[in-house]
């Protein structure tokens, strides 16, 4: 079983539509980061959160420590929004390093 | 303020081979961080170097290997290349290379191994 494990592994929405992408942990983390990679290979980092939740435009991200689980929200999605988007434990100092990712949830929004 | 970069882009090789990738980061930022994406492990960890210093390492063999100058700049070395090794290398920078800096990913290197 992977350390971080990502649900849905695809996802096709319509415009406007409000998208949920899960990322479950197993191991402790200092940090948890959302990141978002476009076709070409280039990746943003959109969030780091080790508590709560935070919003950067139409982009929502949440994290429950005691569960183990955090959720990357799209509200009113766009085509622009279709990425594969990763999530990944900052484990300092653990046996796979510093980052261990998920597998990814590419995300396609049709207009 | 200039992104990360990286050198090739490109770069195609053959078994046996010997490869050297660089990596200048985001002017200031002293951390560095190499990975490995491939369509069937996704993304891995590879390194990461401070200040000249390599402070954590990930689960690939020694013939993965890396360095980092004074001005920040770092390369990675793969030698005896393997097919397996064919995949998108991305290093990413941040500023002091604590735990809560946010990384800032280069555009990557494709390694392609015949």
């Known amino acids: 079983k992977n350390e971080v494990e990502q649900s849905p592994q695809n996802l096709t929405a319509q415009e406007g539509e409000f998208i949920t992408i899960n990322c479950s942990y197993s191991v402790g983390i200092s940090a948890l980061h959302w990141l978002q990679q476009h076709p070409g290979g280039g990746i943003v980092s959109l969030f780091m959160?080790?508590?709560g939740k935070k919003k950067h435009g139409r982009l929502i991200a949440t994290i429950n420590i005691q569960e183990k689980h955090s959720s990357l929200h799209i509200t009113a999605s766009h085509p622009r929004d279709s990425a594969v988007y990763i999530c990944a434990a900052e484990n300092y100092g653990g046996s796979q390093g510093n980052l261990i990712f998920g597998k990814g949830t590419k995300l396609s929004v049709k207009p | 303020k200039a992104g990360v970069t990286q050198t090739p882009r490109y770069l195609i090789k053959t078994r046996g081979q010997q490869v050297t990738l660089s990596c200048s980061p985001i002017s200031g930022h002293r951390s560095v961080s190499w990975y490995q994406q491939t369509p069937g492990q996704g993304l891995q960890f590879l390194f990461e170097y401070f200040s000249e210093t390599q402070r954590n390492k990930g689960n690939f063999p020694g013939r993965f290997s890396g360095r980092q100058f004074s001005n920040s700049r770092s390369e990675m070395n793969v030698s005896t290349l393997e097919l397996g090794d064919s995949a998108l290398y991305l290093c990413?920078?941040?500023?002091?290379?604590?735990?809560?800096?946010?990384?800032?990913f280069g555009p990557g290197t494709r390694l392609t191994v015949l």
């Open positions: 959160l080790s508590s």
């Open positions: 990413a920078s941040k500023p002091l290379g604590t735990l809560t800096d946010t990384q800032y």
